[in-house]
């Protein structure tokens, strides 16, 4: 099955750090992938939609300038807290959408970020 | 905007089956997903039911969907100790989005 990956699994960083996390679809072309966050014992947030080769879509309230994503390629896309704050703190989760009329979203196995 | 709403918790002995439920409130919605969360992990795709379709089975796994009440199920028959995990059930609206519920903590009693 399509499998994706995230790294690092855990994170903690000093409050003004900026922190990369990666995700990676390993064995499909992702065209969309797709960036989530889970508050403790709360269900997932999307905050962008991240489109190889341009501009991520940021949803409503999401600082686009400290949630930087980046798509490069078709399997990887990144997405860097920065200046990051204590309140950054949460699980941050990646999916990848396999092709564009097969409406599946795989999701990496998340991480956890730690701002101290 | 999109409302998708699950019980909290249900907790059912080993070898009963379970009933997850979620209701969710917009009406073009294309695929109902439900994933699966174990403790720490991400979410894994257990099952999707397109919606022009009524039941879809897969193994211990039955979803029933109702498109007039706007209510979707998951069965899980022979519950194991594995399955304790928190279940989300998810709708597709529009080409990109995807409204998670609240989740449903499943507790398996052995």
């Known amino acids: 099955g399509a499998v994706v990956s995230q790294h690092p699994s855990r994170v903690i960083c000093k409050s003004g750090t900026s922190v990369k996390i990666e995700c990676r679809s390993l064995?499909?072309?992702?065209?969309?992938m797709f960036w989530y966050r889970q508050f403790p014992k709360q269900s997932l947030m999307l905050m962008a939609t991240?489109?190889?080769?341009?501009?991520?879509?940021?949803e409503q309230g999401v600082e686009k300038d400290k949630f930087l994503i980046n798509h490069a390629s078709l399997t990887l896309s990144t997405l860097t807290v920065t200046s990051a704050h204590p309140e950054d703190s949460s699980f941050y989760i990646c999916?990848?959408?396999?092709?564009?009329?097969?409406?599946?979203?795989?999701f990496g196995p998340g991480t956890r970020l730690t701002v101290t | 905007g999109e409302d998708v709403e699950q019980s909290l918790f249900l907790s059912v002995r080993e070898g009963d089956s379970s009933v997850i439920n979620c209701t969710y409130t917009?009406?073009?919605?294309?695929?109902l997903y439900w994933y699966k969360q174990e403790p720490g992990a991400g979410l894994q795709l257990l099952t999707y039911?397109?919606?022009?379709?009524d039941m879809k089975q897969d193994q211990r796994l039955t979803v029933l969907l109702n498109k007039k009440d706007k209510h979707l199920s998951l069965r899980i028959a022979d519950t194991q100790t594995g399955d304790s995990a928190i279940y989300f059930c998810?709708?597709?609206?529009?080409?990109?989005?995807?409204?998670f519920g609240t989740g449903t903590r499943l507790t398996v009693i052995p």
């Open positions: 039911i397109f919606s022009n379709m």
């Open positions: 991240s489109n190889e080769g341009s501009k991520a879509t940021y």
């Open positions: 999916s990848a959408r396999l092709g564009q009329d097969i409406y599946e979203q795989y």
């Open positions: 917009d009406s073009s919605s294309t695929y």
């Open positions: 064995d499909f072309q992702a065209t969309t």
């Open positions: 998810a709708e597709r609206a529009g080409a990109n989005n995807l409204f």
